[in-house]
C-alpha cells in the first residue's frame, strides 16, 4: 500500500468522464458536422434570397419605365402619335429620358398634323388642277427629263390618239410631229411656240404647239386644234377672192360670149378658106367662156350662200331623186340606194340639202371614172344609204372609186382644194357649209372595202320631224 494524494481520484474520475464525453462527441462528430453544413446551406440561401429580392427590386425600378417606353414606341411605330409615358416615376436618367420621348411624340404629332393639311392642300390643289386641264379646249402634256410622258390632260389624249394612263410613254415615239418642238427648245428657245400637222385615223389637224420649260429638266407642251380656225380663215379669205372673181371677171363674160357668137353668125358666110378653123376657133371662144361663167358661178354660190330656210321636207325623197340623176349622168356606173321603206321626214332647206347629196354623188361618179380609166374591173359602184335610227339620222354614200389622200384629207372640204385637174374644189366646201348650216356634219373617210370612199352627212336627230307633226306637212312635202 501506499497513500494517495487527495484529489487524485476526484481527477481520475474526471477524466474518465472526459474520456467518455470524447467519445460521445467522436461518435457524434459526423451528426454535428451534417448540422453545421444545412445551417450554413440555410443561411447561404437565405442571403441568395434576400440578394434576388434586392435585384428584382431595383430591375423592377429600372425595367418598369423601359417596359412602358418600349409600349409607347410600339404604338407610336403603329401611327398612335397619342402615346406618353409617365415621367414621375424611375430613375433621373429613366425620368430624363421619358420627357424627351414625350416631346419627340409631341413634335411628330404636330408635324403629321402639318403634313396631312400640307396634304390635303397639295390633294385640292390637284383635283383643281386635273379639274381645270380636263376642261380646257387645249391639250396639255408634261415631260421629264427623259422625254417621257409624265401627265397629261384629256383633250391632249384626245388629240395625240392616247389613253389617259399613258404615263411612261416616249412623246416622240407616240406622236413624232413633237420632234420639231423639242428641236426648238434645244436650240434655246425656251418658250418655243411651232405649228405642226398631226395626223390620226386619216384626218390631218393642225396644232399649234407651245413649250415652255428646260429639256434636262423636263417640258410642259401646250397645243390648241386651230384646224377650224385656219379653215374659217381661208373661207373668209376665199369668199373674199369669190366675191372679187364674180364681180371683176363674170361681168365682161357675157360681152365676149355674145361678140363671138355674132362674129359666128355674121362672118361665118364671108369665110371662103379654112371654114372649119373659124368653127373651131369661135366654138373654143364660146365653150371656155362658158366654163368660166359657170366656175364663176360656183364661186359667186359660195361667197353668197343664201342662209336656209328651214321647212319639212322628206330626206328619203331627195336621196331617191339624187340617185335617179346619178344614173344618168353615167349609166355604165352602178348607183344603188338602200334605206328604209319608210319616208324620212325632216326639217331643212330642202334645195340646200338636195345640192349636197347631187354634190356628193357627182364627186362619187368622177372618182370611178378616174378610177375606171386606169383599171375597168371592178365595174363601177356607188352605194347611198340612209340610216335613221333613234340614235343616229344620216347619209352614207360610199364608191369604189380612187378613194382619198392620206395626208390633208380634211382640207378637201376648203374651197379650191381638190384631187381633180378640172375641180373647182368648191364642191365639198359647199356642202360642208350647208351641214354646219343645218348643225350637222361632213365626214370623209376610206371605203370598207377595197379602195374608194365612204362620205357621210351626218343631221341632228332634232330635226327629224314626229309622227304627230307628219300629218300636217304632207302638202308642203
Same mark, same amino acid.
Given at each position: 500500500?501506499? /497513500?494517495?494524494?487527495?484529489?487524485?481520484?476526484?481527477?481520475?474520475?474526471?477524466?474518465?468522464?472526459?474520456?467518455?464525453?470524447?467519445?460521445?462527441?467522436?461518435?457524434?462528430?459526423?451528426?454535428?458536422?451534417?448540422?453545421?453544413?444545412? +445551417?450554413?446551406?440555410?443561411?447561404?440561401?437565405?442571403?441568395?434570397?434576400?440578394?434576388?429580392?434586392? !435585384?428584382?427590386?431595383?430591375?423592377?425600378?429600372?425595367?418598369?419605365?423601359?417596359?412602358?417606353?418600349?409600349? =409607347?414606341?410600339?404604338?407610336?411605330?403603329?401611327?398612335?402619335?397619342?402615346?406618353?409615358?409617365?415621367?414621375?416615376?424611375? /430613375?433621373?436618367?429613366?425620368?430624363?429620358?421619358?420627357?424627351?420621348?414625350?416631346?419627340?411624340?409631341?413634335?411628330?404629332?404636330?408635324?403629321?398634323?402639318?403634313?396631312? =393639311?400640307? +396634304?390635303?392642300?397639295a390633294e385640292t390643289r390637284r383635283q383643281f388642277i386635273e379639274t381645270v386641264l380636263s376642261g380646257v379646249s387645249g391639250g396639255v402634256v408634261s415631260l421629264d427629263?427623259?422625254?417621257?410622258? +409624265?401627265?397629261?390632260?384629256?383633250?391632249?389624249?384626245?388629240?395625240?390618239?392616247?389613253?389617259?394612263?399613258?404615263?411612261?410613254?416616249?412623246?416622240?415615239? =407616240?406622236?413624232?410631229?413633237?420632234?420639231?418642238?423639242?428641236?426648238?427648245?434645244?436650240? !434655246?428657245?425656251?418658250?418655243? $411656240?411651232?405649228?405642226?400637222?398631226?395626223?390620226?385615223?386619216? $384626218?390631218? @389637224?393642225?396644232?399649234?404647239?407651245?413649250?415652255?420649260?428646260?429639256?434636262?429638266?423636263?417640258?410642259?407642251?401646250?397645243?390648241?386644234?386651230?384646224?377650224?380656225?385656219?379653215?374659217?380663215?381661208?373661207?373668209?379669205?376665199?369668199?373674199?377672192?369669190?366675191?372679187?372673181?364674180?364681180?371683176?371677171?363674170?361681168?365682161?363674160?357675157?360681152?365676149?360670149?355674145?361678140?363671138a357668137e355674132r362674129i359666128r353668125r355674121k362672118y361665118r358666110k364671108e369665110i371662103t378658106g379654112d371654114l372649119e378653123t373659124f368653127d373651131r376657133c369661135t366654138?373654143?371662144?364660146?365653150?371656155?367662156?362658158?366654163?368660166?361663167?359657170?366656175?364663176?358661178?360656183?364661186? +359667186?354660190?359660195?361667197?353668197?350662200?343664201? =342662209? /336656209?330656210?328651214? $321647212?319639212?321636207?322628206?330626206?328619203? $325623197?331627195?336621196?331617191?331623186?339624187?340617185?335617179?340623176?346619178?344614173?344618168?349622168?353615167?349609166?355604165?356606173?352602178?348607183?344603188?340606194?338602200?334605206?328604209?321603206?319608210?319616208?324620212?321626214?325632216?326639217?331643212?332647206?330642202?334645195?340646200?340639202?338636195?345640192?349636197?347629196?347631187?354634190?356628193?354623188?357627182?364627186?362619187?361618179?368622177?372618182?370611178?371614172g378616174a378610177r375606171r380609166q386606169a383599171s375597168p374591173e371592178p365595174a363601177g359602184r356607188i352605194v347611198a344609204t340612209l340610216v335613221s335610227t333613234a340614235d343616229?339620222?344620216?347619209?352614207?354614200?360610199?364608191?369604189?372609186?380612187?378613194?382619198?389622200?392620206?395626208?390633208?384629207?380634211?382640207?378637201?372640204?376648203?374651197?379650191?382644194?381638190?384631187?381633180?385637174?378640172?375641180?373647182?374644189?368648191?364642191? *365639198?366646201?359647199?356642202?360642208? @357649209?350647208?351641214?354646219?348650216?343645218?348643225?350637222?356634219?361632213?365626214? *370623209?373617210?376610206?371605203?370598207?372595202? !377595197?379602195? !374608194?370612199?365612204?362620205?357621210?352627212?351626218?343631221?341632228?336627230?332634232?330635226? @327629224? *320631224?314626229?309622227?304627230?307633226?307628219?300629218?300636217?306637212?304632207?302638202?308642203?312635202?
Open positions: 500500500m501506499r /497513500p494517495v494524494d487527495n484529489g487524485i481520484l476526484s481527477h481520475l474520475i474526471e477524466t474518465e468522464e472526459s474520456l467518455i464525453s470524447y467519445r460521445d462527441a467522436e461518435r457524434s462528430r459526423v451528426r454535428i458536422q451534417a448540422i453545421f453544413g444545412l +445551417s450554413y446551406v440555410e443561411t447561404a440561401l437565405l442571403v441568395l434570397v434576400a440578394a434576388v429580392w434586392v !435585384g428584382i427590386a431595383a430591375a423592377n425600378s429600372i425595367a418598369g419605365p423601359v417596359a412602358g417606353l418600349v409600349e =409607347a414606341a410600339g404604338r407610336v411605330s403603329a401611327g398612335d402619335l397619342d402615346a406618353r409615358v409617365d415621367a414621375s416615376v424611375g /430613375p433621373e436618367e429613366i425620368r430624363a429620358l421619358s420627357i424627351a420621348f414625350n416631346m419627340m411624340t409631341t413634335d411628330l404629332q404636330v408635324q403629321q398634323a402639318a403634313l396631312r =393639311a400640307a +396634304s390635303l392642300d427629263a427623259q422625254g417621257r410622258i +409624265s401627265a397629261l390632260n384629256r383633250r391632249a389624249a384626245a388629240l395625240l390618239g392616247l389613253r389617259e394612263d399613258a404615263v411612261g410613254l416616249d412623246l416622240i415615239a =407616240a406622236a413624232p410631229e413633237f420632234d420639231v418642238v423639242i428641236e426648238t427648245v434645244l436650240e !434655246g428657245r425656251s418658250d418655243a $411656240e411651232v405649228e405642226v400637222d398631226l395626223i390620226r385615223d386619216g $384626218e390631218t @389637224r393642225r396644232l399649234r404647239v407651245r413649250g415652255a420649260g428646260h429639256v434636262a429638266e423636263g417640258l410642259v407642251l401646250t397645243f390648241d386644234d386651230i384646224t377650224r380656225l385656219v379653215a374659217a380663215q381661208r373661207n373668209a379669205a376665199w369668199k373674199d377672192v369669190a366675191r372679187r372673181i364674180a364681180h371683176e371677171i363674170k361681168n365682161p363674160l357675157t360681152p365676149i360670149q355674145l361678140s366654138d373654143t371662144i364660146i365653150r371656155q367662156v362658158g366654163d368660166i361663167g359657170r366656175m364663176v358661178d360656183e364661186f +359667186s354660190a359660195f361667197a353668197r350662200m343664201p =342662209a /336656209p330656210r328651214f $321647212e319639212p321636207a322628206n330626206l328619203t $325623197e331627195m336621196l331617191r331623186q339624187a340617185v335617179f340623176a346619178q344614173r344618168f349622168i353615167d349609166s355604165e356606173v352602178e348607183v344603188l340606194l338602200e334605206g328604209p321603206e319608210a319616208d324620212v321626214l325632216i326639217t331643212c332647206d330642202a334645195r340646200m340639202i338636195g345640192q349636197g347629196l347631187v354634190n356628193i354623188l357627182k364627186n362619187a361618179g368622177e372618182a370611178v343616229e339620222l344620216s347619209v352614207i354614200i360610199e364608191d369604189n372609186g380612187v378613194g382619198l389622200p392620206v395626208r390633208d384629207r380634211d382640207r378637201l372640204t376648203e374651197p379650191y382644194v381638190t384631187t381633180r385637174e378640172k375641180g373647182t374644189g368648191l364642191g *365639198l366646201a359647199i356642202v360642208k @357649209r350647208i351641214m354646219e348650216d343645218h348643225e350637222g356634219s361632213l365626214a *370623209l373617210t376610206d371605203a370598207r372595202e !377595197g379602195t !374608194g370612199a365612204r362620205v357621210i352627212l351626218k343631221f341632228p336627230t332634232t330635226v @327629224r *320631224l314626229t309622227s304627230a307633226a307628219v300629218g300636217g306637212v304632207e302638202e308642203v312635202i
